[in-house]
């Protein structure tokens, strides 16, 4: 076999090897590169001979090559290995295997053995299939921090396309300051393995394509791949989470507020009620000494009757002051609207067990199918609501068996819901007093609940009473009006 | 002039409350006695006993108008005067339909305690 058929044959076997392979000269000419590099990256042969070794490799890599090829030429290595990027015609990435080699001919040409790391096999093929139908979005980054994968959700939650993040850094996916601090927080894990994140969810912000932030769950795994590392992101959209959540707290905190205003005004009430009796006897003694000393004669021109007088003008006075507290106390009328009675009992059933340490309670929900609409101050109701979810599952905390039953249903003109636990229920003694001030079951209790709970109901024209639940334990029902009767005649609870 | 005082019933649990308003209604000439009690009240009272009762609704036992409803309270043939601390218009229309003859919030002023206990007694002014 002549020299020149010797060298045809080699240059097919070159051509058809399933792996890449190229020369560079000393200055990065690339001199040699087979077809399998060629199709690779999407150049034709003379194309790809006219570029640099530097021009193909992906800028952020080439430093890093750099300092393997450095030892290369100095003798130090044999050979080195490493995972880096190529850029193909019109700057797609690919990313590659490449082992290198030193090979001295007339000058030192450099040998790169390319392999393709977008094929690994049909296994990977299907982790992908599998990745791409989670519907958490998933990014996978080198230890650069440059975005290797972005999964078709990653892609849907962030409004890019795989192909314009990969092979850049994932920091474009987030807002400062994060941005900024992204790279310096990869180094210091780097250098001393202290992890922040990895292994552990963690609350952050990302950066959509048109500007807009999300809050999103990130957890961070570390995994090494053909002995290089890697870091793969699942990210969880918590948009709406939040937003019930915040929802729920913006709630409570009007909630609490109502709250404090309420248990003011029913001591206010109570209060006023207690200080006008012995105000009121006050007056009469007062108005009765003045009418014995007129009986008995003296002279209406004595000073005893000025004194009497501006006594009861005083104790009048103060009489005033408590009436006046009360009229504010019972007249601060509140916003009503028309409000779907299920929804607003829904949240509220939400936001009393958010905090309540409702462990081992299974929650029950009879929402009535029919659409029922009252003309409420929707915080006042949900207040009840949550007062009563809140009881019964203090109730129920001894208890064996733990059922929280909440239901709404109409009755009538009126929409009556009941909210029915499993404690230990109520002695009828207890279930009638239980709405007035001061009285309670519990040890650290005020009593002042559900005499709010009355006090607001009856405002809105409703009733409320307790009874023994079938299954045992406590039910409290409270009824409202609905809406279209209320409509009718708007005035009636104001005027009450 | 009336051969004889008035007899007014006062009814309140509040001992300084009921002590003030007998002397009050004392100084005015009419005879009083008075009860911490509905239940009370109802033991002693006799038919052509007395000629007016000032009823307070909050009391021990048995309320104003609960008394009123009871068998004891609906045989009663004098007037009735309600007085309440905390009313409202359901305690207001109770009253009436129970037949009482007034509906007094406390504080209640003099004035407006004599004008009706003297509607209530059928006449024009207290004295």
Not at chain 1, 25 to 48: I, K, P, Q, T
Not at chain 1, 162 to 186: C, I, T
Not at chain 1, 285 to 297: F, H, I, N, P
Request: aromatic share 4%; with cysteine; hydrophobic share 40%.
């Amino acid at each position: 076999v002549s020299e020149v058929e010797q060298s045809r044959l080699l240059r097919a076997l070159l051509d058809e090897a399933a792996i890449g392979i190229t020369w560079a000269a000393s200055d990065g000419r690339l001199v040699e590169a087979n077809l399998s590099l060629c199709r690779l990256l999407g150049y034709e042969r003379a194309e790809l001979l006219e570029r640099r070794y530097d021009e193909i490799t992906h800028p952020e890599d080439q430093a890093r090559e750099q300092v393997l090829f450095d030892r290369l030429l100095r003798g130090e290595i044999g050979s080195y290995a490493l995972e880096k990027r190529y850029l193909g015609k019109g700057g797609h990435i690919v990313p590659v295997r490449v082992t290198s080699a030193l090979t001295r001919v007339d000058d030192v040409l450099r040998l790169a053995i390319v392999e393709d790391l977008r094929q690994r096999g049909e296994g990977e093929v299907t982790l992908r299939a599998v990745l791409n139908a989670v519907p958490d979005g998933m990014v996978i980054i080198g230890e650069r921090g440059i975005i290797e994968s972005f999964s078709p959700s990653a892609e849907r939650l962030f409004g890019y396309r795989s192909a314009e993040v990969v092979g850049q850094n994932v920091k474009m996916l987030m807002p400062p300051p994060y941005r900024d601090r992204h790279d310096a927080f990869v180094e210091r894990y780097l250098d001393t393995g202290e992890r922040r994140i990895i292994g552990m969810g963690r609350i952050v912000t990302g950066l959509r394509k048109d500007g807009g932030t999300f809050p999103m769950e990130l957890s961070v795994g570390e995994a090494m791949v053909a002995g290089r590392r890697i870091f793969t992101g699942f990210i969880r959209d918590l948009t709406e989470r939040e937003e019930a959540e915040r929802r729920l707290d913006h709630l409570q905190q009007e909630l609490m507020h109502v709250g404090r205003l309420s248990e003011m005004g029913q001591m206010g009430a109570v209060l006023a009620h207690e200080l006008n009796q012995p105000l009121a006897a006050l007056n009469n003694y007062l108005r009765a000494g003045t009418r014995m000393l007129e009986a008995m004669g003296v002279a209406r021109s004595e000073r005893i009757f000025e004194v009497m007088d501006k006594a009861g003008a005083q104790a009048r006075r103060a009489g005033e002051i408590i009436r006046g507290l009360r009229q504010f106390v019972e007249k601060h009328e509140t916003e009503r609207r028309h409000e779907d009675v299920g929804k607003i009992v829904e949240e509220a059933i939400a936001l009393a067990l958010l905090g309540a340490k409702s462990g081992g309670i299974v929650v029950r929900i009879e929402m009535s199918e029919e659409q029922l609409s009252v003309f409420v101050d929707r915080i006042q109701i949900q207040q009840v609501v949550v007062n009563l979810v809140r009881n019964a599952v203090e109730a129920m905390a001894q208890s064996p068996e733990k059922r929280l039953t909440i239901a709404t249903r109409r009755d009538g003109e009126c929409v009556a819901v009941s909210v029915a636990d499993t404690g230990p229920g109520l002695s009828a003694d207890l279930a009638d007093r239980l709405f007035t001030p001061y009285v309670t079951t519990k040890e650290k209790g005020m009593g002042i609940g559900l005499s709010i709970c009355r006090q607001i109901v009856e405002a809105h024209g409703g009733r409320i009473r307790v009874e023994s639940a079938p299954a045992g334990g406590a039910r409290f029902l409270f009824t409202l009006p609905l809406s279209g009767q209320h409509a009718a005649i708007p005035d009636a609870a104001a005027g009450a | 002039m009336t051969p004889s005082p008035a007899k007014v019933f006062i009814v309140d649990d509040d001992d300084a409350v009921r002590d003030s308003l007998k002397l009050l209604l004392e100084s005015y000439g009419m005879e009083v006695e008075d009860f911490s009690s509905a239940v009370d009240f109802a033991r002693h009272y006799r038919p052509g006993g007395g000629d007016c009762l000032v009823l307070d609704q909050h009391l021990p036992m048995i309320s104003g108008l609960d008394f009123l409803a009871s068998p004891e309270g609906a045989g009663l043939e004098i007037p009735v005067i309600l007085m309440t601390g905390r009313g409202d218009a359901a305690i207001r229309d109770r009253a009436r339909a129970l037949g009482a003859s007034a509906y007094l919030e406390k504080p209640v002023s003099e004035e407006r305690l004599l004008a009706a206990i003297a509607r209530a007694l059928g006449h024009a002014s207290p004295i």
